[in-house]
């Protein structure tokens, strides 16, 4: 059971533009959210994240929004930059336990 | 400082084989956690270990084990290899056990099982 998803598989926006990536959860005990980037041939490496009693973070291009009532994450990336292209996992974590990973959106950047 | 290392980055193996891996963690970093990344099922949860001690599991089969070692270095082993064990395996580290702290993943060891 996917506790961590993320439906859309593929997202291409042009430069310059807003970048939306959602997350969906459904165990409504998970207390930290993060998003992580992966370039190919290397390992995923930490973004942005978020705790439960926090609505939005933001981090210089990257804002995080969490929605708990509709257990819903997005990020958003502004401007996004053809080096933003990669693969973003989201993820969420229980109590300070493991990471729970969504299976990854691929955004293309398109100059 | 140094990054994660995985040793090896790539390996082709059998089926009915068995396989060890090696993780390295940052220097100072205690907890190492285990990752298997597949197109279809993206990143799962293995196993957790901090301070030589298994701390948390994921819902896989007991073909799949690991270790820590005093100097914080991991393995984790695969027996009985089967096709679907075919992916990368990503390891991580951090400072303090719980995947809530910042955890710095190693390139990853491609597995392939024929």
């Known amino acids: 059971d996917q506790q961590v998803k993320q439906n859309s598989p593929s997202l291409s926006v042009q430069e310059g533009r807003i970048s939306i990536l959602n997350c969906d959860y459904t165990?409504?005990?998970?207390?930290?959210f993060l998003w992580y980037k992966k370039y190919p041939a290397e390992g995923p490496t930490f973004l942005i994240s978020i705790s439960s009693i926090k609505d939005k973070n933001e981090d210089g291009r990257f804002t995080v929004f969490l929605n708990k009532s509709a257990k819903h994450l997005s990020l958003h990336i502004v401007p996004s930059q053809p080096g933003d292209s990669a693969v973003y996992f989201c993820a969420a974590i229980e109590a300070n336990s493991k990471l729970t990973f969504g299976k990854g959106i691929t955004l293309s950047v398109r100059p | 400082k140094a990054g994660v290392t995985q040793t090896p980055r790539y390996l082709i193996k059998t089926r009915g084989q068995q396989v060890t891996l090696s993780c390295s963690p940052i220097s100072g970093h205690r907890s190492v956690s285990w990752y298997q990344q597949t197109p279809g099922q993206g990143l799962q949860f293995l196993f957790e270990y901090f301070s030589e001690t298994q701390r948390n599991k994921g819902n896989f089969p007991g073909r799949f084990s690991g270790r820590q070692f005093s100097n914080s270095r991991s393995e984790m082993n695969v027996s009985t290899l089967e096709l679907g064990d075919s992916a990368l395996y990503l390891c991580a580290s951090s400072t303090f056990a719980g995947g809530g702290n910042e955890q710095f993943f190693g390139p990853g060891t491609r597995l392939t099982v024929l």
């Open positions: 165990n409504s005990m998970f207390d930290y």
